[in-house]
């Protein structure tokens, strides 16, 4: 016989086990991850709101109607309730309802790339706010962050000034991979030759970390980078401690840096090529590569004038006449519409 207070003990056991949770999905300390988590325990909430009184009701039932209970109420021949079927189907639709229109309203108010139009709940964005830009780069397997308008670019670490609207434009090397900090906002996905974007707002100083929250590859475990929100002042005191480091991103470097490697230290880059986020999203880092952009151009007007040699002439006269308003049947016979 297991005495009481050992039974007590094994039940609040798994409790205990909860004291090291991180509950910075629900806390976060940045407005749009905080919008975020509001979403989440709102429908969790409306969720509940069925299923307890589905669990409750179901244990109620199996003890009332136990084999052993010979005085339950017995109707063998019942079959129907209007009433019960309204709330069983009415209950679950409303929540629908209700989940459905709040999710949507929060899908459009917390659009990634949607300019922040608030600091926080009770700040307006001031219309002299200045976002600052943050090009992220996922690579095997570390981030790379470029900051265009400080001429900087890390390894591994990220940093922000409070209160400040950060605009995130995002891309990868190789694979797809996840950019995700919990205290700043939801996870965004990083894919080679293309540009994502997310908005964002820090609104305490924090220290924490970031990391790609899609699998990778082998060092995928490891692809996670510090992350810290700071004062303004600090934020330029950073700033000026990376340009006094020195180092250079060039292409040659870039090229160095891109090679796989896992668990990179911090990296500090003093100056950074003014186009290396557009080589980087356009895949030609290389010498002797030719950009995304402009080999897409160069397709494109190569099939134009394919088609247009390969048209007939008679055609070509009847859309361009078509485009003008009216339909040539012949040279001297026209139709005006």
């Not at 894919?191 to 924490?208: C, D, F, R, Y």
């Not at 030719?290 to 004038?305: G, P, S, T």
Request: net charge positive; hydrophobic share 45%.
């Amino acid at each position: 016989m297991i005495p009481s207070t050992l039974r007590r003990g094994l039940v609040l056991a798994p409790l205990a086990a909860l004291a090291g949770c991180n509950t910075v999905v629900l806390n976060p300390s940045g407005d749009i991850a905080a919008q975020q988590a509001h979403l989440i325990v709102i429908s969790t909430l409306l969720m509940l709101l069925i299923i307890i009184p589905v669990i409750a009701l179901t244990l109620w039932y199996a003890h009332k109607y136990r084999a052993s209970n010979t005085e339950a109420e017995y109707l063998p021949d019942w079959d129907h309730s209007t009433k019960l079927e309204l709330v069983i189907w009415g209950a679950p639709l409303l929540i629908i309802i209700v989940l459905g229109l709040i999710t949507w309203i929060y899908t459009h108010k917390l659009d990634p790339y949607r300019p922040l139009d608030r600091l926080d709940a009770n700040r307006p964005l001031p219309a002299s706010a200045k976002p600052l830009v943050v090009q992220a780069v996922a690579m095997d397997w570390k981030w790379l962050f470029i900051y265009p308008e400080q001429g900087i670019a890390t390894v591994n670490e990220l940093v922000v000034p409070v209160d400040v609207p950060v605009r995130f434009k995002i891309s990868a090397t190789s694979v797809m991979n996840a950019f995700y900090v919990p205290e700043l906002a939801g996870m965004i996905y990083a894919m080679p030759g293309m540009e994502t974007s997310l908005n964002a707002v820090q609104n305490k100083p924090i220290k924490s970390v970031g990391f790609s929250a899609n699998y990778s590859g082998a060092g995928y475990s490891d692809m996670r980078f510090s992350y810290r929100g700071v004062a303004q002042g600090d934020f330029d005191g950073w700033v000026k401690s990376v340009k006094d480091g020195g180092g250079n991103l060039n292409r040659a470097s870039y090229l160095t840096l891109e090679k796989p490697s896992i668990k990179d230290p911090v990296r500090h880059y003093a100056s950074v090529d003014n186009d290396m986020f557009y080589r980087v999203l356009n895949r030609c880092v290389a010498d002797g590569v030719v950009c995304m952009d402009k080999m897409m151009m160069d397709d494109e007007r190569k099939a134009r004038e394919m088609a247009m040699r390969s048209m007939p002439q008679r055609a070509a006269a009847t859309r361009l006449a078509q485009a003008n308003g009216e339909v040539c049947t012949t040279p001297n016979n026209s139709v005006k519409k």
